[in-house]
């Protein structure tokens, strides 16, 4: 039996990390939300490792945290290990991860959507979505019917979710949770495409089982660094991880039962991750390769569980066992949870426009696993534009659309929505061509302005960020108007870096320009040096060091930018532009970019094809 339950402006379904964020903007902003989950104790779950950041995925934590989102104070709050990879090379590659305690980490998170004002937290399964005229009308599993102005659907791998471990099949969400089965359908009675993926976890296995004498230990950076600027005490490294090792023994027991694999036998259908395969994937698609990583992590300070990061698989469990048991360190191992793939249903994301709203559903949002995309942080990311926009849509402000040349978040919204996806799509820094001027370190300069405009940084905040990129300005004039003398004590300093002395004075901008000299080598002798935090000498450095790669980066942003201001209008039929290629014509209709530097990056759309609409669409202006 079917009631009338409370109304809301915005309802979001699904609290894992998009989602969470998705329902923080969109009540920060002041709209009426709620959120349902299937499971209260699974709000800001991690069902796969017990990490947040990494590389490329640390940029996205960052630049949450710069428009105003959670992830990254909660990060900062569940740390357990903190350590920057990448340090060897450049600032535009290094990026942040933290190994966090990952009930902490739920338990911060879920604590949060509970306190904050206008949001409603409900444990519920949606079952059915439809239109009301201009309203959306959801029902949940108790016939609960809630009506809200928008909705995002940010369902993980809940949607449709079935678990595989060997020839052991059944519906299933994560980590033995309920899965949502009826809300697929509802879906596709709105004539949205979803198709199947597939992700998958390693075993957990209990550490007193573990023998750490030979593995590699991998210690956390001292001091360590803050995701978030709202954080006041850097967290702590608490725990260890470690690195052991596949081996050939652990090859023929993964090829003499291959035939179990529910991936090799044609039972799981769905399109697994290219960049985070199973071990068993990774030993049929290389091999030649005679070993593979293995990192042995904690799930927090108050469990025994060990995540065994790089060996996920859907092996029967015996198949399971018999392979941990052949690596350094797991000759005795004990597995508490063994290791699943899991299929889901998700959307094709072309389907989105970069607002992260269906094209041919007003007030209807999608974010997360739920848009084809994986991983934690690149949930987070889509949950954070789609709440926002979900609220403005609300209150009737401007759409928020983040550019490819401004963000990590730009670029892999514009990826999702533009190229669309046929595998699990993962950020990764190789995926930006602008990636020197979108360093995490430079997250917080690029994106609080815009969070501050919106709503979702405070005046405090954005107080301190106008006082760092004052010091920021007076350091640089400083730098570039002053010398250092051809003194004994200055050429000594230098020297010691194996570069050569100088023979009369130098501005210091001129010596830090050298590959060997930084201001830790000039310490000693830079007698004007301001009493200042060590982020604005960090951030001089690399704008002095890069100065002519990032002026070119940027004036390739000019250029693209003039692409992105030519709109292209809502109502036009490709099909009758004189000059457009049939697969043109057919792919601008389908995706139905929003200017023409969003077109120039439609797979199979050629620079003719471009020409084209720059003609046609300077006809139309000129009427």
Known sequence: MSYQAQGYDVAVIGAGHAGIEAALASARLGCSTIIFTINMDAVGNCPCNPAIGGTAKGHLVYEIDALGGEMGRAADHAAIQCRMLNRSKGPAVQSLRMQVDRRRYSDYMKHTLEKQPSLFVKQAEIIAIEKDGEDWLLTTHLGAIHRVRCVVIATGTFLGGRIYIGDVNYAGGPDGMFPATRLAESLKGLNI??????????????????????????????????????TETPPRNEVQCYVSWTNERTKQVIMDNIHRSPLYGGVIEGVGPRYCPSIEDKVMRFPTKERHQCFVEPCGLNTEEIYLQGISSSLPEDVQIALYKTMDGLKDVHIIRPAYAIEYDCVDPTELQPTMEFKAHRGLFGAGQFNGS?????????????????????????????????????????????????????????????????????????????????????????????????QLADELKRVKSTSLPASEEVNAAIVSRETSPITGGVRIVELLKRPQLDYAALEAVDYTRPDLPKAVFDAAEIEIKYEGYIERQLAEVRKMRKLEERILPDDVDYTFVDGLRLEAREKLNRIRPRSIGQASRITGISPADISVLMIWLSKRERG
């Not at 199947?196 to 360590?224: H, M, W």
């Not at 979702?456 to 960020?465: F, G, H, I, P, S």
């Open 193 to 230: 495409s979803l198709r199947r993926f597939k992700t998958g976890t390693p075993a957990r296995v209990l550490r007193s089982s573990i023998d750490y004498t030979n593995l590699e230990c991998q210690n956390g950076d001292e001091p360590p660094v803050c995701f978030s600027a709202d």
């Open 374 to 470: 994986s991983g934690y942080e690149e949930a987070a990311a889509q949950g954070l534009v789609a709440g926002i926009n979900a609220a403005h849509s609300v209150l009737g402000r401007e759409p928020l659309v983040l550019e490819r040349s401004s963000s990590y978040i730009g670029t892999l919204i514009d990826d999702l929505v533009t190229k669309g996806v046929n595998e699990p799509y993962r950020m990764m820094t190789s995926r930006t061509e602008y990636r020197l001027i979108l360093r995490q370190d430079n997250a917080a300069r690029r994106l609080t302005p815009i969070g501050y405009r919106i709503g979702l940084v405070t005046q405090e905040r954005y107080d301190k960020l106008l006082r760092f990129e004052q």
